[in-house]
Nanobody, 124 residues
């Protein structure tokens, strides 16, 4: 079992930056991929970014490439999502998820554990 708890969401203005965090507990953190997804009202959950066990590989959705950075600190069992140049369309609940099989997939079905989410709201 893996427990995931997100934090750091909030209300910001367009162009601002925000960092959300996800603390993991349970199984050895460095043994699984981690991903970030988001879901806006009325929309399906969409992939944002994922990062490999060591942090050496990361993948991004085209909509956030160049603005968002995913990172992880295995000593702190935490994954981060640094979001810069935020836009109103980035408004959503942001979820972290654990991929125990190491697929590094963008599909939500490829993730085994999910956090409860943290709200990010970007005003124009």
């Amino acid at each position: 079992q893996v427990q995931l708890v997100e934090s750091g969401g909030g209300l910001v203005q367009a162009g601002d930056s925000l960092r959300v965090s996800c603390a993991a507990s349970g199984r050895t953190f460095s043994s699984y991929f981690m991903g970030w997804f988001r879901q806006a009202p009325g929309n399906e959950r969409e992939f944002v970014a994922c990062i490999s066990m060591s942090g050496g590989r990361s993948y991004y959705a085209d909509s956030v490439k160049g603005r968002f950075t995913i990172s992880r600190d295995n000593a702190k069992n935490t994954v981060y999502l640094q979001m810069n140049s935020l836009k109103p369309e980035d408004t959503a609940v942001y979820y972290c998820a654990a991929d125990m099989r190491g697929w590094g997939t963008s599909r939500p079905s490829g993730y085994d554990y999910w956090g409860q989410g943290t709200q990010v709201t970007v005003s124009s």
